[in-house]
């Protein structure tokens, strides 16, 4: 069965510091990954996916992320943060083939930015 | 742009009775998704829907039923409220591989 795995519940990083976000997923065959953001009372946002071709991926808000098959990590950075992505982020896999577009999430790392 | 709405932000409901969240997308989607999230827990998926009149159960779907008459809508139901219920919850379409498209969700408080 598939699942994904965020490591860490909560990070505290400083302002202009790096960020790097850790998931790991369990999964036979090639998966989508994706990252998604959610600020306090909103519904989600992607920030950024994965489906083939270059393990880099770039997203928005500076963010970018690297699928490593052999670590099975999608693993999502920032170079300098900023206190307005003080957020909650989840992980997500969805299978190559349709299962009706179901995703599996992780349990989600929540970030707080120190100024 | 796609856009998924959610019929309330914030629900205040008496145990007993019954609930209905709506939620509505324009991009033709097939597949819809109801979610809910606790702290510590994440999103667990309730029910999701492939097509009209179609609906899988998830994860948790105890206490809940769905409805999907039209393609762009899908209902999700709590047949009578309980106090465990109160949530966010979280509705979601999906378009090109996989890509779920999110509401803002609805914060409900079951008394």
């Known amino acids: 069965a598939q699942s994904v795995t965020q490591p860490d519940i909560h990070i505290t990083v400083s302002e202009g510091a790096s960020l790097e976000l850790r998931c790991n997923y369990s999964y036979g065959a090639t998966p989508y990954l994706f990252w998604y953001v959610q600020s306090p009372g909103q519904g989600l946002q992607l920030l950024l996916k994965y489906f083939s071709g270059d393990t880099l991926v770039q997203g928005i808000k500076g963010f970018e992320a690297e699928f490593k098959r052999s670590q099975s990590s999608f693993n999502l950075r920032k170079p300098s943060v900023h206190w307005s992505d003080a957020a909650e982020y989840f992980c997500a896999v969805g299978t190559t083939y349709n299962q009706g577009g179901k995703l599996i999430f992780g349990q989600g790392t929540e970030l707080s930015v120190k100024p | 742009d796609v856009k998924v709405t959610q019929s309330s932000r914030y629900l205040v409901k008496r145990t007993g009775e019954k609930v209905f969240l709506e939620c509505v997308q324009d991009?033709?989607?097939?597949?819809m998704f109801w979610y809910r999230q606790d702290p510590g827990l994440g999103l667990r998926l309730i029910y999701f829907s492939y097509d009209v009149k179609m609906k899988e159960k998830g994860d948790i779907p105890e206490g809940y039923s769905v409805s999907r008459e039209k393609k762009e809508r899908f209902s999700l139901i709590l047949e009578s409220a309980s106090t465990n219920q109160t949530s966010m919850y979280l509705c979601?379409?999906?378009?090109?591989?996989?890509?779920?498209?999110f509401g803002p969700g609805t914060r409900l408080l079951v008394l």
């Open positions: 991009m033709d989607h097939e597949n």
């Open positions: 979601a379409s999906t378009g090109r591989r996989e890509t779920q498209y």
